[in-house]
Structure formats: C-alpha cells, structure tokens
C-alpha cells in the first residue's frame, strides 16, 4: 500500500538516480552506476589535523628559515611566527621510495600499498566546518555523510548489522554525530557511533540485548508473536508493510547474536591479535576489520573523542605519542585486509579534517597554554593517503609550496576526493543525487572533479 | 555655426569609434556572447544583456559589465582574461589575445555603443504565470455520481474513479472506524467506555457526535499542534545541547492555536510578524518561535537566515526559495534577486537581548531578580571584553608596521573585485573588514588629490614623492613602494595621538588616523569584523553564548514565560544579492519585497521596517494562489497519508501535479471563503464517505491503482513513534494529560508518563529511538515523515527498559489475559485467543530477581543546617550516566542536583545538597578517604562548595570549603549496622560553577567500597509472565497498525 509498496529495484531508476521515498529494506543490498573497484569503505579520522610537514610532506626549506618569517603567510585561525622545522626526521620507504616520518615506521613498511596525497586543501580553518566538508561536503548545511550516501546508494551486505557504523574511543569528536548524520536522508543510513572503549555488546548497539530476558524467553515471545501475527495477516491481504515489519522481529532477534559475535574479539587467533598489537587503536581497528568482513559497507574510525590531533603545542610530544598509538594497528589492518584478499575492493582513507601550519604558533591567552612549540590549523594545504580499492598503490600526488603551506601542484580539494571515491565505489557523483526541498542534492554540492592520476 | 560644427565633429568621431565597435566589438558579443546574454538567450544568465548598451552598463547581479575608461575595473574585460576564477567567460578557452586587446582599446576609449534599446525588464514568461499552482484557485461543482456521498469532497472522488474504471470500498465497521478516527484526531485509542457507547449509539449522528467529542478534546492540539512542528522544524535547542530559553512557548502556543481552531491565515500572520500587530493578547508574540527556532550555529548567520527563509517558503507557500540563493530557481521563477529580498526582511530582524513576558511575573518572584541581576553580569561582560579588545586590536591597526603592510596591500588591491580581494586577504593573512576600507581610502586619496597621499600616488604612476607637507620630507627618499610605505607607516604612527595637535601640518598627520570613518577608526560597533583571528571570536561567543545560556538556566528553574521573539533592528540595512551565494561578493540591490512570480507586475517594495508585516500579509492573504492550497493539502496528506500534491513542501514546477485539481482547488477556495477554520476543514474530510470506507484490498482495484492514488479504500498506516509511546503510557492508565509547560527528558529512567510532543528535543541529538521510528528531524523543515522498517524498531520493543516497564505497568494493572486485550488493543480476545494467552503465561516460569549483591551507596538529596541533616530523598531518576530528582535539569526551587560515579554537582541552597550516602552493612570501624576536588571553568565565576562527611545525619567527621581547589577528607569512625555515612556538598552564596568530583571510599577490616565502583543505573528485573504476555502484545501487528 500507499509509500511503503515501493519496490526496491526501484530506488535506483531509469536515469540512475536514487528516489527519495519510504522503504521497507532500507538496507537492502543495491548496485551503483557502474561496476566499482571498491565494495567498502574504511575511514581513518585523524581528529584534529594531523601536520603534513611532520607526517607524509617533508619541506627541507623550512630548515633555513628556521626561527625566520617565511616570505609569505596564509590567513589560519590565530596568529602565527617563525617557521618550524619538522622535529622528526623523515626516510624513504619500500620500492616506491615515498618519504615518510619516523613517528610511522609501520605504516611506512606498507607504503608501497599506499597513495600519499600532498595537495588536499579545504576551506575554513576551524575544527566544525572542516569535519562537516571532510564527512558531509558543506562547511556548515546538515547534509548526510559520506557513509550515508555509501550506505544509501549501495545498501548493506549484512541485514543483521548497521550499514555504517562509527568507532571512536572513550566519547564522540568535536561534533559528535553530525559528523555521521544522514541529514534530509532516512535516519537508517546514519551512522551508528560504538564507543569503542566499552567492551559490553549492549554498551554498543542500543537494545541489542535484553537486559534480562534470556534467548529462550526471547524465542518463547517471538512463537507467540508470530501466531497473533498470523491471526492478524488471514484476516488482512497481503500488505508489504506489515509484512516486513513481522518479519523485523526474526531479523532482530539474528542481529543480537551477530553483534555479539562481531564484536567479541577473543574470536581472533593470537597472531592476528598480536600483529594488531595492545590498546584501544588496536582493538577498533581489529573491530573495523571484523565488520568489514561480516559485510558492513562503511566504517569510520575516529583516534578518539574531542580532536586528539589538534596540537597546538608540545607537538613534537603530542604526535609522537598519537602516532605511536596507531602506527602499529593501522599497519596491520592494511596487512590484515591484504592477506585475506580484501585490500583490492577496500578503499583505506587516513587524514584529518585539515593540516597544520609550517610555522610555529604564538602564545595567546587562552590558545595554546602559552608556549612556542605546537602549530595552528591550515586548511591551505595537507596530506592524506588512500589505499586498496582501485587506487594507483605507491605514489603521491600533488604537491604543497615550498614550505608545506598551501597545495600548489595538482590541487585537490575534499570535493575532488569525494569525487574520486564515489568513481571507485561506482557512482558518478554528479549523477548521484537526493531530491530533497526542490533540488538535486550532491555530496560534492556543484563541485567536485575525478583524479583519475591517483586511479590504479 | 559654430554649436553646428562642434555637432558635427562629435559626431564624425561617434561614427569612428562606432566603426570600431561594429567590427571589432559587436561580432564577437553576438557570436560569442548572445547565447546566454541576449533577448535570444532561453534563459539569460547572471541577470547580464549584452544585447543593448543599457544592458551593458548596469549589467548583471554582480554589477556593471564595463566602466567605460577603466578596463581594469570592468568585470568583462576581466572575465575575458580568465584571471578570476570564479569568472571566466566564454566558458572554456579564453579569445584570442588580439580580441581581448580589442576589448581593452574599446572600454579604455569610452566603450561607445550605438545599439539602442532598453535593457528588458525581468518579467515571469505568461507561459509561466499560468502554471496551476500560481493561478487563484476557483470554485467548482461537484461532478455528479451515483456512489455512496458524504461530503462535497465524495463526488470530485468518484468522479475520478469512475474515469479509471475504480469503484469506493464499503464502510468500515464502527469499532475501526473509532479507532482510526481517535487516532487520527487526537494520536491515542479509544477510551474502552467511549467505544462501548459509540458500537451502542444507534443515532444516525452517533459518528458526526464522535467527530465533534474528539474535536473538542485538548488532546486533539496536541496531535495537529505536533504535525505543524514538523513543518516548523521545531526543537528545544539551536544546536546539540545549546539551548532556548523558552521554545515550550512557541510550542504551546501552537497546540492553543490549533485546540481555539484559530483562522489559519491569523495563524501564519502571527507566526511571521506577531510583533507588528495589535494583539490582544501578549502570549501571541511566542508564535514567533516559527522564525526563530530552526537551527543556528556560531559564525553561520547566513545559513540561520537560509533556514528561516525556508520555513517561510517551503513551510508556507510550498516553493522552494532556498534553491535560489547562488543561482536563480533552476526551475521555478524565482530569481536570485528574489530570494536576497526574503534575506533583507530575515537579515533586518534580529531576537531581542531581552524576550517579552507572555504572562505577569508574580509581585516580588526572587527568581526574577536574580534574573536580572545575572543578566546585568553578563551584558557588562561582553561590552567589557568587546570595549579592551577594540581598543587593543585598534592601536595594533595604527603601529607604523601594520599601516604599511596595509597600505601596500591596499594599492595593490586598488583595482580588485571582491573576490579577488577576499582571496588575497585569505592568502596573504589580512583582515578583509580592515583591508577593504584602506583600499576604499586610497582610492579616494587619489581622486581627491589628498595632500597628505599625494607622493605615494605619485610614486605608485611612477612620478617623484614630493611631499607637500613639511613633516614628510622623509618620503622623498623612498625608492620602493615597500620603502614608502614603511616611511608613510612610521610618520603616521609618529604622530597618532588621542588629541588634536596644534600644527596643522601634524594634524592632518593625524587625522588619517582619527579622523572620521578613515580606515583605521574603526567603531565598537564593527568590533566582530576586526576582531583578531581565532582566540578573540570564541571569546566573544562564549560571553554571548553566556547570556542566552543563563536565560535558560533561568527559564527551565521556571521563570515567567517569555516569547522567542523577533525586533525588527534599529536601522534598516539594504540588502543586496551575494553573487554565487558569497557574502563577500555583494552584487545588486535586492530591495525588500514579495516574489514576483506571486506579485501584480508594478510590485512595490514592503513598507517600513523589515518588511514582516508585509511579507506576512502578502502570504497570509486571500489573493495568494498557494498558502491555501498548501495548506489543505498538508491537512489531508496528514489525514490520509498521501496529499493530493505528493510533494506537499514543492508546489513549483517540477513538483507532483495535483492528482484531484479540481478538488483541490475547491477545498482551498471554500477553506477562505468560510474563515480559513482547519476544524471545518477536518469535519469536510474526516465526515466524507472516502474517509470512512474499508482498508481492505480488492485485487481488481489494486491491478489498476498500486498506489491507491485515487482512493478506492483507505489506507493502513503504521502508528508514529508518539503514538506508540503515547499508547503504552495509556494502556497501564499512567497517561499524565497535563498540557504545556516545561519539556521532559525523553532519555529518564523511570519514564516520564506525559505525552511524546512534551519530550525534550535536542536538534542533532535526538533519542535514538526518535531517529529509528523516522520523527521528523528538526535539522530542517520536514514535509513528510519517512516511513522505514528497519530491525532496531523491534529491538526497541523486544528489549528496550521503557517497552519493559509499561509492559510491566499495565500487567499490574490488568485483570488478567483479557483485560490486556482490552488495554492494548481495544477490543476482548477470542476464545482461542484468550486460551493462546492463559497457556503462554501459565507455561513461564514466574519472575525471579538474579542474586546480585546489593551496594551500601543510595544517591539523593537533603538539607543540611550544619547541625541536622533532614529530609533526605533519593534521586528518583536515570539520566544516561547520572542519578537526579527529575528527568531534566535544572528544575524551579531547586536548580541542578545530580550525582555521578566520580562527582555531581549541588542544588541551588543548602536545602538541596546532594549527598552520596553509605548505609553501614554491619558494625564496626571503617576508614574513610577520598579527594574532593572543584574547578571553576575558563571564566572565574562562582564563590565555590562545601563538603561534608557525616555520620548518623548529624556528626560532623570531616568538612572543608573549596574554591578552585582540592582537598583529601579522611576519619575513622565506629559504626553499626544501619547507621549512615553522608558524604554531602552544598553550594555556598551562589550556584554559579559548583560541580565537583569526589569518589570517596569506605574500607572496613576485609571490605572496601569504593563509591564508583557500585555505582549504576536502575537494574532490571525480570519480568512477570503476565507482563511478558503483555509485551507481546505490545509487539503485535495489530497493535502497530490502524486499519
């Protein structure tokens, strides 16, 4: 009847748009315009900015301009000085010799899996609107996510679990669930956030489990269900919508075991949690491998709550440490997916919502405690990587100024990137579209261009 | 003779710059251009006709296309270059330089146009004007039919069915009928007694009196009141957690609007301009909630007035205005021009510091003067820091270093557009606000010959510096802009000072300084334009934020209810386009106005002030072809599940045309002719036989309308996720009906048993209950509600602790099998049914309580007196993570007490200290330890705590005062059993900052309890079988759908 009778063939029409309407199997499985290279998604979100000068982009030149006004400076949220050289020492790695810094040794082991992206700008270099642009495409609308539209546009392959779902330790980032929200799209594409420092299944997934009633209590329940069910259904037609909704309760009750299962991670053999490591990073990357597995299309995975990146001080310390935490965790999920013959159709995405300045921040009040040694934010410029999914493995591309201020060669903007990976996953993102409130919406807005450089 | 000659040589020389244009310069507009910037243009971009010399010199929306004499200031020759990103044109490859060249040569000669002709006015193609939707709805007849009618709404029905070969269903029976209807009118069941009376009622009226019952039930406002916040986008806070002060009065005011069945176009009128009307009534200025409530977040101004711009227009007039903010109406006639005309009403109105009462504060209400007082505090705070900063960060904009970097900066601004000034203060590090007038100034210095800017133009047209005034003989030494410019930056800042100097040679140094409105005099009021980057912009929000912060502090301890009102602003400012949506890229005029595609062609600009009471009326008006029409639409896609238009928020041309024109044109037309009264509306549709008739399938009718587009049966719905809370509240008879008031927390363990529309809504972070049974997401304006089936809404009905609780509820509060019949599904069982019910709860087990050792701590409140600890009361609820006395904080009398596992924070007196209380399990010594520590936040208010440990309510083994501090609190004492340890902390004078953390512990011999360790939420118990029964039922089908 009515919306409900929508048939699911049907989200995805004769132009290849997508149609806003009601659905009963929201997360049905659905193909995209064309045949994809890449079937999931895993988001690294380096919250807070990780700096590009003492990561993945190394400036020699800022060497010689050391305690020295650089010739040029870029408007970012405070004040700034002299440049600052990279306190790490950076080498180059495997055949493809990329450099990287000594704070990722690991992943600098895997970096001829891995495209290194030097030129990614944004716009705005505050916290709030670049996590909107990075996760949503728009500094500050409610837009869906970029899960949202992947779990939108492709359905889920696993029924009994959330088709995007958001691991982060210990909380939420700075603007908690918008970063996952699906906006003007159905609520069942927003991301589910598990906080990944709880153990307990119940902790993660609401009403997964029945606080007392056992499974056999359950099963008990559901018989009777079904029979008042039934009574119901002969005196009606068929009627898809109470159809699917009698049958919502034989899936939940699968869904409280899976989830269970995909997050108990005493399933996994001891050299695979070894090769993953101690820790809170190891285990939400070991969990965002599980999930992949089990058929969830989208996985973000956030450092952990409030934006652990953004140093503004001390961050020869800060990043050090942030890196030390996740070095090892992320290496071995590159390997992990390798192994097991996943890497080629799982886009791997680490970053930030922007990069750092190359030069040092001043001391203000209530800014940065004060002292000389952390940088701002700067969405001019910053570097990213990508890996698996169809992308070109070992390169880099792009380039920033001189100092690692601004990209300058081959500029890539969030959009671009949006652009790039919904080409992997088999959209053309002008074509994937929302009508919503009288216009075609896309998550790269009016923007957006495919860098087919970066496409293996 | 010789005026005949000077004629005849102007014109000899018009025909010879009039050749060069006919050669060089009219081929190439016409070959290159025309396409999309002439009368031949399907549709002309940018606003821009290049097709007549008018057309040419006012341009578009981003201003003239040419200044004739100034290439470099002519957006054309600009756009021909490809310089500026945003503005390449033609698209694609640049013209050939020699073409470009031509250009320059012909703007730099007076660009002379021969062509004649008016620029077009902007007018709405007539092919346009008569789309359905913008044409007056008519009256008209109902078609004849032989089917079964009763209302006018029947016939236009049948009619349409008869033409698809479609038949109407039969009635429904009585009982499905009550239910529907109760539902759909008021969003609960039946009361049993009503509908035993109702199957009773022989009177043929017995129906049309139900309609009327229902009507007339306060329950009824809560429903519709509830389908209108959808399309309000309404919501308790801006954003998550930033809260309104008083947003339960917009929305109690709509459920009153909707129960006094107030004429809707009063209704809108009052939504949108409530301040500029003669109310009768005060408590009509909440109604403004309408405008002010969508969601706002700092630095987004623009979007705030996007977001209120459609509510008024998808919400209103069902068209889509927002879509014409960058561009015009891809597909609408709406153009850009129009939308920045909405923007000037919206920009000119702002929310008072202070909101108007709606209702008399009571004669000496001490809560109202602490009001006050914290409202002074906080407003002196924001000028104090706005008042220090500007004048540090204008001192910093007068050192010789920062003049000279401006100066230069500012020259080579000199011929730049927007844009390109906006990129260069983005990439080079100035503030835009700042650069702008130095660039405005220099330019002006020019024009005027300024003395004192005379060498540094000469200088900049590569002539000598010589200075005229004798105090800048240093200037003629400079060999460099850079030079000059640092020499023009020392001198000024040499002799800036607060007074005037005598010698006028200084004085005039000076003024360019202090002088008025130059560029580095700038007043407090643009404060929030220069403020420097980063730490000074959060300062500021956070001390506003502060003030609306404790409005609603204030608010929720119930101060007298005030309106979420909108002013008008002091001064008008004009509003322009933003080319492409740039703020910083202002194009033409957009005077305040109505639309014109809805305008008579000499539309006239709003009246004074922002233009709402116009605006208003314009919309709120008999003559407007769409606020009617949307609205009977709205109504019946809300009655029947489908409107007419199925695309109830898009009436422009690529939403769904009408499925029933003529009906829907009827309803509209009768509904202002009879008083624009939404109950009349509900009584045509709900008393209408197609209302009435079965749910049931008929295959035949089905192969020829899947969709039941044309209503040969009524259509099954699912009930929404207030009406399923609503109904299990009410099925254990808990309901509590109170109307209005302060919101509860949706997230409360216990539940709070008042009505769904009551709950606290918190925009981006609803329930997530709310999200997965698909409410309407108050991010923006909703006009439908999705309707998904997804496995998390039966998780929420197989384990969630509310389903668990009614379940429980209503069992004890049931008879037995078949009062549960009658509670949750309104009828009695069958006999197989009710044996079906007896064998499942004769066959469980009955409930036993897991062996779970009980904790010594218990979480409440008590006054203390220094002496005496009286009154205790544990907290009563479960807010995710915390024990507190109600589901939402704070609460009038007594602020903000709650407790956690490592803190908590006290009430707002003595009387309402919080206490963690250890009640000793058996007798002995125990060790008592723990560090208390309080910290004020970033702003150093509040005069701190007290922490008390006692023993026996009255025996003081341990206290301190902190402040800002922290401190260990340690004894040893005797106990027996029963006796109780207080581990208390009380506020001192004020309630400002007391949150504390204190995770004391209690050792004993063997034992030690660690107060974090126990703490937790309420546990579970298992459920009755009869409960669990219960539950099922709460599952069923039958339950979930109304037929």
């Known amino acids: 009847m009515g919306f409900g009778a929508l048939a699911l063939g049907a989200l995805l029409d004769s132009r290849g748009e997508l149609h806003a309407a009601s659905f009963n199997s929201p997360l049905a499985p659905r193909k995209p315009h064309f045949a994809p290279k890449a079937k999931r998604v895993v988001h690294l979100f380096m919250n807070g900015g990780p700096s590009q000068v003492d990561t993945f982009d190394p400036k020699p030149a800022l060497a010689k301009y050391a305690g020295k006004e650089l010739p040029f400076k870029f408007q970012t949220e405070r004040r700034t000085g002299a440049a600052y050289p990279s306190p790490f020492k950076f080498a180059q790695h495997g055949q493809s010799g990329i450099p990287v810094s000594e704070i990722f040794p690991e992943i600098a082991s895997q970096i001829d899996d891995i495209c290194v992206l030097r030129s990614m700008h944004t716009d705005i270099p505050n916290h709030e609107p670049s996590l909107m642009m990075m996760n949503c495409g728009d500094v500050r609308q409610a837009r869906p996510s970029f899960g949202s539209w992947i779990t939108y546009g492709l359905g889920s392959e696993n029924q009994n679990l959330p088709g995007f779902v958001v691991l982060c330790p210990g909380g939420v980032p700075v603007q908690g669930s918008h970063n996952w929200r699906s906006a003007f799209l159905p609520g069942a594409y927003q991301g589910t956030h598990i906080d990944t420092k709880e153990e307990q299944v119940d902790k993660l997934i609401a009403h997964i489990r029945n606080p007392v009633a056992s499974l056999d209590e359950q099963r008990r329940q559901l018989e009777l269900l079904a029979q008042l069910n039934r009574r119901y259904r002969e005196s009606r037609e068929e009627d898809s919508l109470v159809e699917s909704r009698i049958q919502s309760f034989e899936l939940a009750y699968r869904m409280q075991m899976e989830a269970s299962d995909v997050f108990d991670l005493s399933q996994e053999p001891e050299h695979i949690r070894a090769m993953y490591g101690e820790g809170l990073q190891a285990r939400q990357m070991l969990t965002a491998r599980r999930l992949l597995e089990k058929g969830v299309r989208f996985v973000q995975v956030w450092h952990g709550a409030g934006q652990p990146w953004d140093n503004h001080n001390r961050i020869e310390l800060n990043h050090r440490k942030l890196a030390g935490e996740c070095d090892k965790p992320i290496a071995a999920l590159l390997k992990d997916l390798k192994q097991r013959g996943m890497l080629d159709d799982t886009l791997v995405i680490w970053g930030g919502e922007f990069g750092r300045t190359p030069t040092v921040e001043l001391p203000e009040d209530g800014a940065n405690s004060g002292t000389l040694d952390g940088r701002d934010h700067n969405p001019h410029g910053f570097s990213m990587w990508v890996a698996g999914g169809g992308i070109k493995p070992g390169t880099v591309y792009g380039a920033t100024d001189e100092f690692g201020f601004a990209a300058a060669e081959n500029k890539m903007h969030v959009h671009d990137l949006h652009a790039t990976l919904l080409h992997l996953l088999g959209f053309d993102h002008e074509r994937f579209t929302y009508r919503y409130a009288g216009r075609d919406f896309r998550l790269t807005d009016v923007e957006g261009r495919v860098v087919k450089d970066i496409l293996a | ?1043």
């Open chain 2, 1 to 1043: 003779m010789r005026p005949l000659l000077l004629l005849v040589c102007a014109l000899g020389a018009a025909n010879a710059s009039d050749e060069f244009f006919e050669s060089k310069i009219r081929p190439v507009l016409a070959t290159r251009c025309y396409v999309c910037h002439s009368a031949k243009a399907p549709k002309v971009q940018g606003g821009l006709w290049l097709d007549t010399k008018s057309g040419v010199l006012e341009g578009g929306i981003s201003g003239p296309a040419v200044v004739p004499g100034d290439p470099e200031r002519s957006l054309l020759i600009k756009a021909l270059h490809h310089s500026d990103e945003a503005l390449k044109m033609p698209p694609g490859k640049p013209l050939a330089a020699e073409v470009i060249a031509d250009f320059e040569h012909w703007v730099r000669i007076g660009a002379p146009d021969p062509r004649t002709g008016e620029k077009p006015k902007p007018a709405i193609p007539e092919k346009v004007r008569q789309f359905w939707s913008f044409q007056p709805p008519r009256r008209h007849e109902p078609p004849n039919t032989d089917g079964p009618v009763s209302t006018f709404i029947d016939p236009f029905l049948q009619a349409k069915m008869r033409e698809k070969g479609l038949s109407p269903s039969p009635e429904a029976d009585r009982a499905s009928l009550l239910r529907r209807l109760t539902y759909d009118l008021t969003g609960l069941p039946p009361e049993w007694d009503d509908s035993q009376a109702f199957l009773a009622d022989a009177a043929p009226d017995a129906y049309e009196r139900a309609v009327e019952r229902l009507l007339a039930s306060p329950q009824y406002g809560e429903r519709w009141g509830r389908h209108w916040l959808d399309v309000a986008r309404y919501a308790d806070t801006r954003d998550r957690g930033a809260r309104f002060a008083f947003s339960y009065t917009y929305r109690d005011w709509v459920i009153r609007a909707f129960n006094e069945d107030m004429p809707y176009n009063e209704f809108v009128r009052k939504q949108l301009a409530a301040d500029r009307m003669q109310l009768d009534d005060p408590a009509d200025l909440a109604a403004l909630g309408f405008i002010t409530l969508g969601r706002s977040v700092p630095k987004g101004e623009h979007d705030m007035i996007d977001d209120r711009i459609d509510a008024v227009t998808r919400g209103l007039l069902g068209l889509t205005v927002t879509c014409a903010r960058c561009h015009d109406h891809k597909y609408d006639p709406i153009p850009t021009q129009d939308y920045y005309s909405f923007y000037g009403v919206i920009a000119n109105s702002e929310e008072p510091v202070e909101y108007p009462l709606v209702a008399k504060p009571a004669p000496g209400d001490p809560l109202e003067e602490t009001y006050r007082r914290g409202m002074e505090a906080r407003l002196a705070a924001v000028e104090e820091f706005k008042v220090k900063r500007h004048t540090e960060l204008v001192a910093e904009y007068r050192s010789a270093e920062w003049i000279a970097r401006y100066i230069l900066a500012a020259q080579s601004a000199s011929k730049f557009n927007n844009r390109e000034i906006e990129k260069l203060s983005r990439e080079r590090d100035y503030n835009l606000f700042v650069l702008r007038r130095w660039r405005d100034y220099l330019n002006q210095t020019r024009e005027a010959a300024d003395p004192v800017f005379a060498p540094w133009h000469a200088l900049a047209a590569g002539r000598k510096p010589e200075p005229a005034n004798p105090l800048m003989a240093a200037v003629s030494r400079a060999g460099s802009m850079e030079e000059l410019a640092r020499i023009y930056g020392e001198i000024l800042a040499r002799h800036d000072a607060e007074a005037p100097h005598a010698d006028p040679n200084a004085e005039a140094l000076r003024l360019v300084l202090r002088g008025e409105g130059v560029p580095a005099n700038i007043p407090l009021s643009d404060f929030l334009q220069i403020r420097g980057p980063g730490g000074d912009a959060n300062i500021v929000r956070a001390l506003r934020n502060a003030v609306r912060v404790w409005q609603a502090e204030c608010a929720y301890r119930g101060l007298t209810p005030r309106a979420m009102a909108l002013d008008d602003t002091k001064e008008q400012k004009p509003s322009h386009v933003f080319v492409r949506g740039n703020p910083n890229d202002p194009g033409v005029a957009a005077p305040r106005r109505f639309l014109a595609v809805l305008s008579p062609d000499d539309r006239q600009p709003f009246g004074p002030g922002s233009g709402r009471l116009d605006l208003a009326n314009a919309i709120a008006s008999d003559t407007n072809p769409l606020t009617a029409r949307v609205l009977v639409n709205r109504v019946w896609a809300w009655h029947f599940g489908r409107g007419l238009v199925t695309s109830p928020s898009d009436f422009g041309l690529r939403g769904d045309p009408p499925s029933h024109p003529e009906l829907l044109d009827e309803l509209a037309r009768r509904f202002m002719d009879e008083g624009w009264s939404i109950k009349k509306l509900h009584r045509w549709i709900v008393l209408s036989h197609a209302y009435r008739q079965q749910s049931v399938d008929r295959a035949e009718m089905r192969a020829k309308d899947l969709e039941n587009l044309f209503l040969w049966r009524m259509n099954r719905r699912r009930l929404d996720y207030e009406e399923l809370r609503d109904t299990m509240l009410h099925a254990s008879g808990r309901l509590d009906r109170a109307i209005g008031g302060l919101p509860f927390s949706p997230n409360a363990e216990p539940a709070v048993p008042r009505r769904t529309v009551y709950a606290y809504l918190d925009r981006g972070r609803l329930p997530g209950e709310l999200t997965t049974f698909d409410f309407a997401n108050p991010e923006a304006h909703s006009p439908v509600r999705y309707q998904t089936t997804v496995p998390q809404q039966a998780l929420y009905l197989m384990n969630s602790p509310f389903v668990a609780e009614q379940a429980r509820h209503i069992a004890e509060a049931a008879s037995g099998v078949a009062d549960l019949y009658r509670r949750i599904l309104g009828r009695d069982p069958s006999q197989e049914e009710a044996a079906l019910g007896r064998a499942f709860v004769g066959a469980e087990q009955p409930a036993v309580r897991p062996a779970v050792p009980a904790h010594p701590w218990q979480y409440g409140m008590a006054a203390w007196d220094g002496h005496a600890l009286t009154g205790f009361r544990p907290f009563r609820f479960w807010e995710p993570e915390r024990w507190q006395p109600a589901s939402l904080l704070p609460q009038p009398e007594m602020g903000s007490p709650f407790l956690t596992a490592q803190g908590g924070s006290p009430g707002d007196s003595a009387r309402h200290a919080v206490t963690r209380r250890w009640v000793a399990p058996a007798d002995g010594e125990v060790r008592i330890e723990g560090k208390v520590e309080h910290k004020l936040g970033d702003r150093a208010i509040g005069d701190g705590i007290r922490a008390w440990i006692i023993h026996r309510g009255g025996a003081v083994l341990a206290e301190r005062t902190l402040r800002n501090e922290s401190a260990d609190l340690v004894a040893t004492v005797t106990v027996r059993a029963g006796e109780t340890i207080d581990f208390l902390v009380e506020p001192r004078g004020d309630a400002e900052n007391d949150s504390f953390t204190w995770d004391p512990a209690v050792t004993a011999a063997d034992v030690r309890w660690q107060a974090s360790q126990a703490f937790e939420g309420p546990r579970p118990e298992p459920l009755p079988p009869l409960a669990k029964y219960a539950q099922v039922l709460l599952q069923t089908a039958e339950f979930a759908f109304v037929d």
